[in-house]
């Protein structure tokens, strides 16, 4: 099971502190928000942020790009370090679009995956979820994060295990919101296969809480 927390709930008045900690655990990615208040109601990070955490630690930069435009903005965090550009199924207008940033990515050398919200239905991705490296389940609606976990990401996630087995995907199934140490164990159970965490592990013992969710 690969962990990876979210720097959305980090306390940035002890960021050295916190990543030191994040990099003693068994954490192996490290989830890297993006909002740009206009797809999603919030704002967060920009890419001197996330240079500064390549600078901080050696895990591996899992980008989760909640914008308007991703083929913009992939190319903006790519530069600053992203190893993969998750982007959202709904900021696209078809398939084709999809693909198209999807190649651009790839292109760019790293990894790509796509991200649907609580309400939209699997069965969207089931012509295009092959070409990526990953599918992002959302259990919250994004842009804010504390948010209480939605049941309904457990029949997504069964369901795109499902596809993925049967088609011999290599695509892996992350989840992010309302993860803690009950709702990783019915997500692990449906088959996913990365956790983001925030406030379960920022508001608590950073090693310990990353260990219970493994």
Not at 33 to 40: A, K, S, Y
Not at 154 to 170: A, E, S
Request: proline share 3%; glycine share 6%; hydrophobic share 45%.
């Amino acid at each position: 099971m690969i962990i990876s927390p979210s720097v959305l709930s980090l306390d940035f008045c002890k960021i050295n502190e916190q990543t030191e900690q994040l990099n003693r655990s068994k954490a192996e990615w490290l989830h890297f928000d993006v909002m740009d208040g206009h797809f999603v109601p919030n704002l967060t990070f920009g890419p001197d942020i996330l240079k500064a955490f390549r600078r901080l630690s050696n895990l591996f930069l899992d980008v989760h790009i909640m914008v308007s435009n991703p083929l913009f903005f992939s190319d903006v965090f790519i530069d600053a370090g992203a190893e993969m550009i998750t982007f959202h199924y709904e900021a696209c207008k078809d398939n084709e679009e999809c693909l198209m940033i999807a190649k651009h990515i790839h292109d760019r050398g790293i990894k790509a995956g796509i991200s649907i919200k609580p309400n939209t239905d699997v069965s969207v991705l089931k012509d295009i979820l092959g070409t990526f490296d990953l599918v992002l389940v959302m259990s919250v609606e994004p842009g804010f994060g504390g948010q209480s976990f939605m049941m309904n990401a457990i029949d997504k996630i069964k369901t795109l295990r499902t596809m993925i087995d049967d088609n011999h995907y290599n695509t892996l199934i992350q989840v992010d919101g309302g993860i803690n140490q009950e709702t990783a164990t019915l997500c692990k159970d449906a088959g996913v296969d990365v956790l983001v965490a925030g406030s379960y592990v920022f508001k608590n013992d950073i090693e310990k809480a990353v260990e219970s969710l493994c």
